[in-house]
């Protein structure tokens, strides 16, 4: 059964800034690393299993048709978190992504769902990356 989320201090995560330092930082190390298709072997840890079936960590590292959708040149001190939810079963969020200057791509939102990794460490992987968009309503 989930119940809501607490940090370790004891508090009912509500924000994003109130998850434990180490749940932010992974979130952090998962973008610049899968997301910015850079330094992939150290994204391997923070990814769930859901992810990774079917890949060895060497495959993972080459890169090729990652189930992860890229986001090159994306600036890290330009992104934004807003916590949709977090229960001891999953956290959701919704993640504001933007080049860093000179890169053409546009800003994209981002939904990242992070499920617990298990055992006593209280590590949480990430297990869903996926741009939140909507199509344009048709002008007549």
């Known amino acids: ?37 850079r330094h992939l072997a150290d994204s391997w840890p923070v990814i769930a299993p859901s992810l990774k079936a079917g890949y060895t960590r060497a495959a993972w590292t080459k890169g090729d048709a990652l189930p992860i959708v890229p986001y090159p040149g994306v600036d890290p001190n330009r992104i934004q978190y807003f916590l949709d939810y977090a229960s001891t079963k999953e956290i959701l969020l919704e993640v504001g ?39 344009p309503v048709p002008q007549n």
């Open 1 to 37: 059964k989930a119940v809501p989320l607490r940090n370790s201090d004891g508090v009912t995560v509500k924000t994003y800034e109130q998850l434990d330092p180490q749940v932010r930082s992974d979130i952090k190390t998962f973008i610049a690393t899968a997301v910015a298709r």
């Open 97 to 135: 992504v933007s080049g860093k200057p000179g890169v053409s791509t546009r800003p994209v939102t981002f939904q990242l769902g992070l499920v617990p990794a298990g055992g006593a460490s209280h590590h949480w992987q990430v297990d869903y990356w996926m741009p939140r968009w909507t199509p």
